[in-house]
């Protein structure tokens, strides 16, 4: 005999691959941009999330990721009350959002250190994930492949210097995007890689002159 929770589809836990594995998916990226611990977090859900999060799950798995759960972790099921005992202030919205697949979430993270992070994706079936904003940024990330993210100046040459390091440690760059909010600003590159980026390689590309910032993030 099988019931509601039993695994289908992907490796999860919950009646959706949409609303149950990909919502832990989207959570767990957003908590591996944050970098660290979640103490609070604000999530606002569009479309099918906001109908039907409380009866699909959608709202415990989200947290599970957060809080750094896998899709097919037991745990998911007591999201809401491992959250509150960890200390994990959270908060549900249901929101309209302009031309947004129906399965959308937009997710506040405040971390122990006081870092923040805001991430935009969307669960876009079979338990794969797309997440198209990271802080202001747009971006497309999947997640199936562990990536290089770095925030620099929008200068000729750093993107050659970056890539060229990866060329140096052979590291091959799946698919990469570039970013900017304004001319001669700040911008966000992402680079999915067909492997994780050793710590070395994260520490010489965050030593280019105008990168302020360089992390791994490894696939969800």
């Known amino acids: 005999m099988h019931g509601v929770f039993d695994i289908v589809g992907p490796v999860m836990i919950g009646p959706s691959s949409s609303h149950t594995a990909g919502a832990a998916r989207l959570g767990l990226m957003a908590r591996k941009l944050l970098g660290e611990r979640a103490v609070r977090a604000e999530i606002n859900l569009h479309g099918s999330f906001a109908q039907t999060y409380r009866g699909h799950g959608t709202d415990k798995a989200l947290l599970a990721g957060i809080m750094g759960m896998e899709p097919d972790d037991m745990r998911l099921r007591e999201a809401l009350e491992l959250a509150d005992k960890s200390g994990l202030a959270y908060e549900f919205r249901q929101v309209e959002l302009q031309e947004a697949h129906p399965n959308t979430a937009v997710i506040y993270l405040v971390g122990e250190t006081g870092r923040v992070a805001r991430v935009r994706g969307a669960s876009v079936g079979g338990g794969n ?92």
């Open 129 to 220: 994930i797309l997440v198209t904003n990271i802080d202001g940024y747009a971006v497309e990330l999947s997640g199936q492949y562990p990536a290089l993210l770095t925030i620099h100046r929008d200068r000729p040459g750093v993107i050659t210097q970056v890539t060229q390091i990866l060329s140096r440690y052979e590291v091959n760059i799946a698919f990469m995007r570039v970013s900017r909010q304004s001319r001669g600003e700040t911008a966000m590159m992402i680079m999915e890689l067909d492997d994780e980026p050793a710590a070395e390689v994260v520490e010489e590309c965050g030593q280019v002159p105008d990168v302020e910032l360089a992390r791994a993030v490894p696939a969800v």
